[in-house]
């Protein structure tokens, strides 16, 4: 299994960015998927989640109404689309996978529980400047 992350980069506070992940050897639509970051110094947080089975969209208090998680069951592909990014987004952001049973992307409470996360991928590492 692997989840391939990509679309991290720099940019100016106010700009967009879009992250892409890709899964192989897993079907992303069978699973939780979504993302965390991490920024310097701070634990790793959930950022946003879906579930295609269950209909549900969260996403942390931080990003909502400026992130929007979309997913693309053709290319098994989730994406991040990030708009008016603000300095204190920058962070290496990670998709992640989670079995169903986990409960992770079912109450806002367990977004940001990594213990539920069954596969990760590797960072893109979004910077923000002011």
């Known amino acids: 299994v692997q989840l391939q992350a990509s679309g991290g980069g720099r940019v100016q506070a106010g700009g967009s960015l879009r992250l892409s992940c890709v899964g192989s050897?897993?079907?992303?639509?069978?699973?939780?998927i979504g993302w965390f970051r991490q920024a310097p110094g701070k634990e790793r947080e959930g950022v946003s989640c879906l579930s295609n089975r269950e209909g549900i969209i969260m996403y942390s208090d931080s990003v909502k109404s400026r992130f929007t998680i979309s997913r693309d069951s053709a290319r098994n592909t989730v994406y991040l689309q990030m708009n008016s990014l603000k300095p204190e987004d920058t962070a290496v952001y990670y998709c992640?996978?989670?079995?169903?049973?986990?409960?992770?992307?079912?109450?806002?409470?367990?977004?940001?529980?990594?213990?539920?996360?069954?596969?990760w991928g590797e960072g893109t590492l979004v910077t923000v400047s002011s």
């Open positions: 050897g897993i079907t992303l639509d069978d699973y939780h």
């Open positions: 992640a996978a989670a079995d169903y049973r986990s409960g992770w992307c079912r109450h806002r409470r367990s977004l940001n529980i990594r213990a539920a996360v069954d596969y």
